[in-house]
Structure formats: C-alpha cells, structure tokens
C-alpha cells in the first residue's frame, strides 16, 4: 500500500506546483503586457523629444539665414542672395512637419505664385523670381523685410507644436509624398531651378524621422527597416548623379526619364514608411 500511495501523493504535489505556477504565469501576463506597453511609449516618447530638438535647431539655422538672405536682398546684393536661397530654404525644407503647422505662415514664408492672391503673394518665391527672372533685388526689399518678420514669428510658435510618434509617421511619408507628387514638376522652385536641394532636404528630415524609430522598429519588423534602409540609400545613390561641386545641377538640366526614375525611387520609399505606424502599433 506505501508503494503505491507514494506515487500519488508525489502526483498530486507536482499538480499542484504546476497550477499554482501557471496561475501565478497568469496574473502576472497583464502586468507584463502593461510594462511593455509603457516602455514603448516611453521609447517613442523620447524619439518625439529628440525630433523636436532636430527640427527648432533646423528653424533655428533657417532663422539665422533667411536674416542673411534677407539683409543681402535689401543691400542690393543679387549675386550674394541667390547663393543664400538654396541653403536657407534647406533647413525649412528639412523640418517641414513642423515648420508646416502654422497653416497662416507658411504661405507667407513658402507660397508659390498662384497658390495666394497677388496682393498677399511675399517671401522667399516671390523674392526667387526676383533674382532669377528680373535679375534685380530691387522693389523687393519690403518682401525681405516682412521675411524675416514671418520667419520670426515662426520660430517663437514652434514651441507651441505638440510632436507626436503620429505627427512624425505622417510628417515622414508626406515630405516624399510632397516630392513626387508637387515638387517632381519642377514648380517648386521654377525660375532659380535649384528645386534638387528641397528633393534633398526632404529626403534628409523623412531620414531623420525614420532614424528616430529605427531602433523600435528593427524590435518588431527587422525586413521592413532593411528595406527602408535599402530604399534611402538608392535615392541617395539617384542623387549623387546630379551633384555639381557643392550642389546640384539645375533641375532643368535633368531628362523626362531621370525625373520619372527620381520619382518613382521616392514613392518606393514613402510605401514601407507609411507601414511604420501599423508596425509599432501591432
């Protein structure tokens, strides 16, 4: 009878130490999905931290240059402003998901002609075809001086902008989509044709935006973020073929075919970053 009791009772404990482990597995499931869950957002918490800091000190290089573009306008300096325009416009370019957040400002700083009645047409397009079609800064010194008023401006209400992982999701796909949607016509920057470097420079934040998530991405999707990766460095190669010392070639100079190729790069990278929030979501 001791024989065969043991076994039992030896049974008996070693479901019970099962159950009470499985039960304590159990309850302590939540707690630990919980745990995850605010890591995660802690983590993206920090990436909106960190690309706020990136994108005032782009506004904040944007400021200083705009003023030297501006003042170079208003000495009569034609050679001087039109050297200046491309590299300012960069740092706007650049940080665009926030700079973009003032729906009043960013016609007065970034308007086309036609995308605003006449009368209110200032800033840096109005002041381009200055210096590239009239070949003169002169009359436009009360568009450089409004200028740096806007840029101004801008600068003191970007600390009012609440950056969120989504406002960066979006803000990524829609600074490619931008490009090859608007920019890919060449109306950007249509009389200086220095429309290359706002490719460049929006290329470069949607970069910025993804090298933020990366680290959080790679934990969930480690094939999407090598496809991305592979993606950047394509455009970039694209890129690369059109640089002239310092700069680029004028957009004008690039062929129906190149502009076609250039596009489709840039909408083959916006796919996969677009799935950045579904993934970090998931």
Request: proline share 4%.
């Amino acid at each position: 009878m001791k024989y065969f009791k043991l076994p039992v009772v030896f049974f008996l404990s070693n479901s019970l130490l099962f159950s009470c482990s499985q039960a304590n597995e159990n309850s302590t499931e939540p707690a630990k999905k919980e745990a995850a869950e605010d890591q995660s957002q802690i983590d993206l918490s920090q990436v909106s931290t960190n690309y706020r800091e990136y994108a005032i000190a782009e506004i904040d290089e944007f400021v200083k240059k705009t003023e030297a573009f501006a003042n170079a306008v208003i000495a009569g300096d034609v050679e001087k402003a039109k050297e200046l325009y491309t590299s300012a416009r960069m740092h706007y370019e650049r940080s665009e998901p926030l700079a973009e957040a003032f729906a009043e400002l960013d016609p007065k700083i970034d308007a086309r002609e036609g995308d605003v009645p006449e009368a209110e047409w200032g800033g840096y397009h109005r002041i381009e075809k200055g210096l590239w079609v009239e070949n003169t800064t002169k009359g436009y010194e009360p568009y450089a001086e409004q200028l740096k008023k806007d840029v101004k401006l801008l600068r003191a209400k970007v600390e009012t902008v609440d950056v969120t992982p989504e406002l960066l999701i979006t803000g990524a796909v829609d600074l490619l989509n931008e490009v090859s949607t608007s920019k890919v016509t060449g109306e950007e920057d249509r009389y200086s044709h220095t429309d290359l470097y706002d490719f460049v420079a929006n290329v470069e934040g949607a970069e910025k935006i993804y090298e933020l998530m990366s680290p959080a991405l790679k934990k969930k999707d480690e094939a999407l973020t090598k496809e991305i990766e592979q993606r950047f460095e394509t455009i970039y190669a694209l890129l690369d073929q059109y640089k002239k010392g310092s700069g680029y070639i004028p957009y004008t100079e690039l062929s129906n075919d190149q502009v076609k190729e250039l596009s489709q790069s840039i909408n083959e990278l916006a796919e996969p970053l677009s799935q950045i929030g579904i993934v970090l979501e998931g």
